[in-house]
């Protein structure tokens, strides 16, 4: 993943299919999750000022639709805890991140995280996890 410019995340306004099929299978898998939410991350080198940047994403119907997408700029390039990026090893497609959640809505810890991208989120043969570390 590229370290430098500005780390974008494109997240669904509407309920994410995707994310409800994996949190059922990650609890079928032993993990206990109670909450998924996934977002695509996208980077991008240029230094417009943030304003333009965010109408040039909006306007580009490939990448963003204003019904059903939402817009978060990240900071740093590293997921939070809680948090699991899973990018393609040839970095031919947008990296995915994924938040877990236990039953009390607290960030999923560092190892239950590596659980779930090792049983699920995860295929090490095309695909590579960084954890968010909790910190502790």
Request: charged share 30%; aromatic share 6%; with cysteine.
């Amino acid at each position: 993943m590229n370290p430098t410019g500005r780390l974008v995340e494109i997240l669904l306004k509407i309920p994410d299919n995707t994310a409800y099929t994996a949190l059922v299978a990650l609890r079928r898998l032993g993990v206990d999750v109670s909450r998924v939410e996934r977002g695509v991350l996208r980077f991008f080198d240029e230094e417009e000022p943030v304003e333009e940047l965010i109408v040039r994403i909006q306007s580009d119907e490939t990448i963003f639709n204003p019904n059903v997408h939402r817009l978060r700029l990240r900071d740093g390039a590293a997921p939070d805890s809680g948090e699991v990026w899973i990018e393609s090893l040839d970095e031919t497609v947008p990296a995915v991140a994924w938040r877990l959640f236990d039953s009390r809505e607290r960030p999923l810890s560092e190892p239950a995280l590596r659980a779930a991208a090792e049983r699920l989120l995860c295929n090490p043969s095309i695909d590579k996890a960084i954890v968010g570390s909790t910190g502790t």
